[in-house]
C-alpha cells in the first residue's frame, strides 16, 4: 500500500527542508507583527522581553540561513555557524525560560491560559525544542535525521506565533491543542513528502513529533501535580502575581 504514495524514488532534497524553514519563518513573523499591527503589543516591555524578542528572531534567522547553506556543495560554512547555532539555541532555552517566569511573576499569563499552565507548557516545550537540537547535533554526520529533527524543533518555535494568529480565546479550554496541532503542520509535510518519495516515513520524523505530542500530553499533569504546583508557587513567591491562582483564567482585557 506504501508503494502508492511514491512519486519518484530518492530523499527528499534540501529544497523541501528550505521551503518549511522559510515557511515557518513566515509564520513568525506574521505572527508577531499582526499583534503590533492590531495594537496588542508594545516596546514598553521589560529589557529581558527584547533580549528574549531579538535572541528567538535571531535564531529564525540563522536556522533558515543555514538550511540554505546545507543544500550547497561545499558545507563547511554551515559546519562553522553550526556550532554558533548551538550556543545560539542554548541561549534561547535559558532566556525562554527565564522571560516566561518573569512574565507569569508579573501576572503576564495570556488569559486563555491558566497561570501554572502556561508557565509549563512555554518552559517545557522550549527545553524540549533544545533537546531536539541536541539530538540533531549529536545526529549531524547522518543528514536524514539531522535535518528532520532540526525541522520538529523549530516547529516548536513557531507555537507562541500561531498562538497570535489563531483564534484563541474562542478555544478555551483548548486553545493549547489548536496550538499544538498547528505546530504539527510542518512535520507532518515532512511525514507526506517521504511517503510519497520514498514510500515511508523517517523515524526521525516520529522521535520528533512524539517528543512534541509527549510535551503536550505533559504539561496539563505537571501543571496540576503537587511537585508542579509547588514549583508554581516557588517561581511566584515576592512576584506581583503571587496571589493569583494557579489554575484559573485570568480576566478578559477590555475591549
Known amino acids: 500500500m506504501a508503494s502508492v504514495f511514491v512519486e519518484r524514488s530518492g530523499p527528499v532534497g534540501p529544497r523541501f527542508f528550505l521551503k518549511l524553514a522559510i515557511a515557518m519563518a513566515v509564520v513568525i513573523f506574521v ?13 514598553a516591555v521589560p529589557v529581558a522581553v527584547h533580549v528574549h524578542a531579538l535572541l528567538f528572531f535571531g535564531w529564525t534567522v540563522l536556522f533558515v540561513v543555514q538550511t540554505a ?16 547555532g548551538a ?18 511573576r508579573r501576572g503576564g499569563a495570556p488569559f486563555f491560559f491558566t497561570p501554572a499552565y502556561f508557565l509549563f507548557m512555554n ?28 525541522i520538529c524543533a523549530m516547529a516548536i518555535l513557531t507555537g507562541p506565533a ?22 504539527l503542520l510542518f ?17 526521525a520524523w516520529w522521535w520528533g513529533t ?8 505533559a504539561i496539563g499533569i505537571v501543571a496540576a501535580s503537587p511537585p508542579g504546583l509547588a514549583l508554581y508557587h ?10 493569583v491562582a494557579p489554575d484559573a483564567y485570568p480576566p478578559f482585557p477590555p475591549l
Request: hydrophobic content about 55%.
Open 31 to 43: 505572527g508577531f507583527s499582526l499583534q503590533w499591527v492590531m495594537g496588542r503589543s508594545t516596546f
Open 69 to 84: 547553506f546545507a543544500g550547497r556543495a561545499d558545507r563547511k560554512l554551515h559546519r562553522r555557524l553550526g556550532w554558533i
Open 87 to 104: 550556543g545560539w539555541a542554548s541561549a534561547v532555552v535559558i532566556v525562554g525560560v527565564y522571560t516566561t517566569a518573569m512574565m507569569v
Open 123 to 150: 518552559a517545557l516545550f522550549v527545553t524540549g525544542f533544545g533537546g531536539l537540537v541536541a539530538a540533531a547535533i549529536r545526529l549531524r554526520r547522518r543528514t536524514e535525521w539531522h535535518r528532520r529533527l532540526m
Open 162 to 183: 500561531f498562538g497570535r494568529i489563531l483564534p484563541l480565546p474562542l478555544m478555551i479550554p483548548w486553545a493549547a491543542w489548536g496550538v499544538f496541532a498547528a505546530v
Open 187 to 203: 512535520p507532518a509535510a515532512g511525514m507526506l513528502a517521504d511517503l510519497r518519495r520514498r514510500g515511508r516515513v523517517h523515524a
Open 210 to 217: 512524539g517528543t512534541i505530542t509527549a510535551i503536550q500530553l
Open 234 to 243: 516557588l517561581v511566584m513567591r515576592g512576584g506581583g502575581a503571587e496571589a
